[in-house]
């Protein structure tokens, strides 16, 4: 039987993977612009933190899976499956930015658990540097699985080299927020390391509260 941690990160993911297949399903027999394929794949996608728990026998937490699964329902599969990338012009952009907000939160959420297993906090530009290595890394890496899909599936992802280069661009700059959020605001919580957290947002996150102004 599957861990329940396992089992609720399935059950977090159905509604998404339900309506996604709905969706294109409808638009698809009304003779609309829907890839049913690359709809599928994305459906199963959609699993990755499950199996990520399931593999490495590890709890992600909650906001992450969230933020993964609206990033591939309005990115991969609006961009994509339903065209939304080819309607409107900057939607791609946006969903770099947002990827790199995505990726940023993954790097926080490694340096978190290298920190707690290690029982010591690495010093501040360490962590830095790995949040934003970790959202630039995956920005090449997208645009490599973007070139892949237009050539094998046929999807209309990339537009030259000048929107690759963007889409890398959007996606350092969605780090460099993600970033900011964390040292001014020390959120997300869930995902932010010791080490980078200040000392008020240290004890409210210890203590599961919001620190008061003042």
């Given at each position: 039987m599957l861990p329940q941690v396992v089992r609720r990160s399935l059950l977090l993911a159905l509604p998404f993977q339900v309506g996604a297949l709905v969706v294109a399903l409808v638009l698809y027999a009304a003779?609309?612009?829907?890839?049913?394929?690359?709809?599928?794949?994305?459906?199963?996608?959609?699993w990755a933190p499950a199996a990520a728990e399931l593999v490495f026998r590890t709890t992600l937490p909650?906001?992450?899976?969230?933020?993964?699964?609206?990033?591939?329902?309005?990115?991969?599969?609006?961009?994509?499956?339903?065209?939304?990338?080819?309607?409107?012009?900057d939607w791609d952009?946006?969903?770099?930015?947002?990827?790199?907000?995505?990726?940023?939160?993954?790097?926080?959420l490694w340096v978190r658990r290298m920190e707690e297993r290690v029982n010591a906090e690495f010093?501040?530009?360490?962590?830095?540097?790995?949040?934003?290595?970790?959202?630039?890394?995956?920005?090449?890496?997208w645009e490599i699985c973007e070139f892949a899909s237009d050539n094998l599936i046929g999807t209309v992802a990339q537009g030259g080299l000048d929107d690759?280069?963007?889409?890398?661009?959007?996606?350092?700059?969605?780090?460099?927020?993600?970033?900011?959020?964390?040292?001014?605001?020390?959120?997300p919580r869930s995902l932010a390391p010791a080490s980078l957290l200040r000392p008020e947002y240290r004890t409210a996150a210890a203590e599961g509260q919001r620190p008061t102004d003042g």
């Open positions: 003779g609309l612009p829907a890839q049913v394929l690359l709809t599928v794949l994305l459906v199963v996608s959609m909650r906001a992450l899976q969230l933020h993964y699964l609206i990033f591939i329902t309005l990115g991969p599969y609006a961009g994509s499956a339903l065209n939304v990338y080819v309607a409107i012009a952009t946006l969903i770099h930015f947002d990827s790199g907000v995505m990726l940023a939160w993954l790097g926080m010093p501040t530009w360490f962590g830095l540097a790995v949040i934003q290595l970790t959202a630039m890394a995956f920005a090449a890496a690759t280069m963007s889409d890398i661009m959007a996606g350092t700059m969605g780090g460099l927020f993600a970033i900011a959020l964390l040292l001014i605001l020390g959120r």
